[in-house]
């Protein structure tokens, strides 16, 4: 008898996970609340920025397999979800996040080219490079299409005989450290071998004593600027992620309107930095004026030829942060049937593919939960979120 997992949540965390398992011979019910890739869900943004320039070395190459999940995927999903159009990373004076990034780059085999400022400013006329010292081309990092392929994963899980339904689900009471069943927003109780709960920022909301505030949603604000009409600098840009010493190596980063079809709005643009706390079920989605002008004025500065031209959409998000913005992949601490993936950390969705890879091997107990992702850690740990 095939093993029966219940995956809550259909983002991208719990999407991929309930498709890898059913790959893997599991018998898997997929439910989400709103549907996957919903709006108020973390991934259901236009797109996210894929990129392996990060300080820990275990990000980078999970990074770098995602990528080829995708590519993997792409024929049966019928549709480009990666658009590998590249990573430029632009620094200032500090250089050490990169340093220490190339050097995992270097170790991995990563692809990434140094741009002469003087290269750089014929390649992207359309950036003001004078602050920047340093200019680094991650060639196989670009763009997801971000709620289109939470879609396609569960249209994809659906295909391959998945039992996917919409409705909220709640934990019912754990007896003897085991989980007895979830109950279902139809009034339906319903009983699973394994439950995973993929539950992005409404992870602290379901398991209030085990969870709690090690997850804790803040406000995030996206801006979608107005480019000029027939502007050539959509097609020549890559992402770009920029690390100058302008913001207090804060990362401002942004996804040019690639395409520019109906499937990405404008030149996108944000700040990685954490906003007010925020709940995913009552907060206002309303930008503001002050985050507005901030955002606009780094990017009057960086791409001079934006200025004048005015917001053309925004979006307001929420990251789900644990207190080292590192991801939590464990067993329930109360209940051993019963997994919790989530605490993405406003850096997660890229690594969706990865971690459905990841959970099958923990679910076989083919590999033991990555101490860097787990509950114990918290039992040392400061309040501090380090941005990764
Ligand atoms: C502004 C912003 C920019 C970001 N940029 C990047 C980036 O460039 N690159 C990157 O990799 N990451 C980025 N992230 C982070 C990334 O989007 C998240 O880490 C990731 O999407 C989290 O996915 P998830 O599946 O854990 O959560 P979610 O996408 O929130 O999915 C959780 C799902 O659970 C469902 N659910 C909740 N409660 C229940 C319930 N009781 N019953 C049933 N279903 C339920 C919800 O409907 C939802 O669909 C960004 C985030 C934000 C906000």
Redesign the pocket.
Known sequence: MKQHIAV???????GWTALMLLRNGYKVTL????G?G?S??????ET???RSVYVDKIYAEMAHRAGQIWRENENAFGIQIFHPIGVLNLIGKDDSRLKAALGHFDDLGLKYEEVSKKEAAKRYSHINLEDINQIVLENNGGYLL?RMGCHVVKEQFVKEGGDFSI????PLSIEHEKLQGIKLSDGSKLMADTYIF?????LGK?FPEEIGALIRPTK?E?FYFNIPAGCDMVENLPVWCDFSSLWDNVMM?GIPAAGSDAMVRGFKA?KDVLGEDFDPDISERYATEAKWKEVKRFIHHRFPILRGMGLLESRV????NTPDAHFIIDKLPTANNVWI??G?????????AVLGEMMVDLVNEKVGVNPVFSFKRFENLGEKVERR
Do not use: T
């Open positions: 809550i949540g259909a983002g991208a965390f719990g439910i989400d609340a709103w996957a919903n108020r869900s973390s991934s259901g943004d996210r920025v894929i971000a409705a909220a689900a709640y993929a539950c992005g920022p409404w379901l995030q996206i980063y944000g998000c929420q990251y789900e993936m989530g993405g950390s406003g850096h997660g969705y890229k690594m969706g």
